[in-house]
């Protein structure tokens, strides 16, 4: 068949994805649709807010900067309804290396350096042993009190996992054409309550972790950081962590 075949129906099928892109860009940024923008961006402007702090603070790891950059992206995803299972779990995973590593710099420079030469000589710590270590970690024992985020995002992962490697069906898309993507609304609902649980979960292990940075930030940061979590587990998080 001619290539400037391909060619045309290339550009023609393009144009059509563009032009379903933005119809679904603006039903999901509509008046009657903009909660669930709100919703996404209420919950990620928090974890935002306390990881650019840690940050400044060099408080931080390549994985704390690549969680960041995954925050900002769930943003568009969620909003628009897209799937965004891949991505939440490397949020999980993320978090867990992030406070591994900090504490364990031999090994990380251990690992980075297996990988810069393309020689890994020791694999990476497993997901498993990541949540191993926190469960056992003391600083994480008043965790349990505080919504239990360990616990949640262990079986967040779980779950995630089954979608991601094909084990569970993953989160339904109809599709009338191969660039339109239809998810139900109850689907949509249900992606945006596993970020928030998340999310909420990420902010609580961060706060626990970085108890002594984070009990410096300025009082405005602290709401702000605080602002997506419950007006309780807030309240209990300031009290148990003197913050």
């Avoid at 779990?89 to 810069?116: A, D, F, G, N, V």
């Avoid at 191969?178 to 970020?195: I, M, R, S």
């Amino acid at each position: 068949m001619c290539p400037v075949f391909h060619s045309n129906r290339i550009r023609d099928e393009h144009e059509q994805y563009l032009k379903n892109l933005e119809k679904i860009i603006t039903k999901r940024t509509s008046k009657s649709n903009r909660k669930l923008s709100y919703d996404f961006y209420k919950m990620s402007y928090s974890v935002f807010v306390l990881i650019s702090e840690l940050i400044k603070k060099r408080q931080n790891t390549p994985y704390l900067n690549e969680l960041k950059t995954e925050v900002v992206t769930l943003i568009g995803l969620g909003t628009i309804g897209f799937e965004t299972s891949l991505h939440l779990r490397r949020c999980i995973e993320l978090i867990l290396k992030h406070i591994y590593y900090l504490h364990h710099p031999i090994e990380y420079q251990i690992l980075t350096e297996s990988i810069e030469t393309d020689n890994i000589s020791k694999e990476d710590i497993t997901v498993r042993e990541l949540f191993d270590y926190l469960s056992t970690h003391p600083s994480f024992k008043i965790s349990r009190k505080l919504n239990d985020p360990i616990n949640i995002l262990n079986i967040l992962y779980r779950e995630l996992c089954e979608i991601v490697h094909a084990r569970k069906t993953s989160i339904p898309s109809k599709l009338e054409q191969c660039t339109l993507p239809k998810l139900l609304e109850d689907d949509v609902q249900h992606g945006k309550k596993t970020y928030q649980k998340i999310m909420k979960s990420i902010i609580i292990l961060l706060v626990i972790f970085h108890r002594k940075s984070v009990s410096k930030f300025d009082e405005f940061i602290k709401e702000a950081i605080l602002y997506s979590l419950s007006p309780t587990v807030s309240r209990n998080l300031r009290t148990k962590l003197s913050i």
